[in-house]
């Protein structure tokens, strides 16, 4: 018996990867690292985040209908798989509290500093918690109109702010290490690219198992592209400073005056950047608590939200202990900590797959 009975179309698939895409990625920008490169720095890390997303295609592709949880048992066998899959939850699980501390940060920093951080981590759990409940479906839908209006308004905004670009503070071009310039947008790739190996939770649903993996490209090279656009537009507006702000694209905001009427817009910017983090964390935490109950064998794994949520927030209150720590995680930890998630696993798992011959119908069942 499925766990979901909701169904996704593939165009929906696209606009949820994008909302994933920009639900960290505009708070703590990509290519951080890269200075005023950090565009080209995006691009690279781009091309690699899609040779990670075609690792784990090719393996949804082979298990259609399938979890990562239901293909690790099936590869590996049920103890063996069952393991696996639990380092793959901890992964979507330990991703949803990293990005929940970021944006109770972000908020508890610039917009309500006097707010305890519990209460924001509270707040926004719950309204992700309630859409989980909901499935994967209403998660999609909801991608549908807000990515629309996010990918508008970033447009917006670079038109406005066109008085205030200066190309000269992207220049010269690939002036920074070749080194600096390699991590930087590897750790782009990693992050945000590469945690769409999330969405091997997802993939299952998606009505047309056979568009899946066009969607997924779609959606990374769409959000590449806007990204590529925001980093440019950011370093082009900021110069040097864009580098040092831990928010650029909120800071950017501040920029837009049109004649002393339009202000103040950095307030509609935070109001974006947070639904689509809201995004990003509703998608781990959904596949956290779908894959629990596969794991476990539960009938639903609607009991089992409010339990995670509350680890969830514990965690993202003791993860880590300010904001030079979590920067410093982000910059240096986070690209080499998650390697083993979003390429290992896949990777050795579609090997194993090849080598073993799998799937292998048995009765018309996989």
Known sequence: MSLEK????????????????????????PGKGAGHDAWIAVVLGLMEGLLIAWIFIALASQFKNKTIVEINSLVYGKVLGNCISVLFIWYLFHLGALVLNNYARFLQLELYPATPKTISLILIMLVCASTVGRGIEVLARCSLVLVTLIISLAIIDTLLVIPHINLNNLMPILDVPTGKLLWASHGTAIFPFGDTVAFLMVLAFVNKPGKGGSAVFRGLLIAGFVLIIIVARNAAVLGQMAE???????IFAQVIDVADVLTRV???????????????????????????????NLQSYRPIIIPVGILMVILALTNVGNAIEMFDFADRGYPIYTVPFQIGIPLITLLVAKIRKLPQTEGGKV
């Open 266 to 296: 950095e307030v509609v910017i935070a109001i974006n950047l947070i639904t689509m983090g809201f995004f990003k964390i509703s998608v781990v935490f959904y596949g956290t608590v779908l894959g629990l109950a596969q794991v476990f």
């Open 6 to 29: 909701g169904k996704i179309s593939d165009f929906q698939l696209s606009t949820l990867i994008i909302a994933f895409i920009f639900g960290a990625s505009v708070i703590l920008t």
């Open 244 to 250: 040092t702000y831990s928010y650029p694209s909120y």
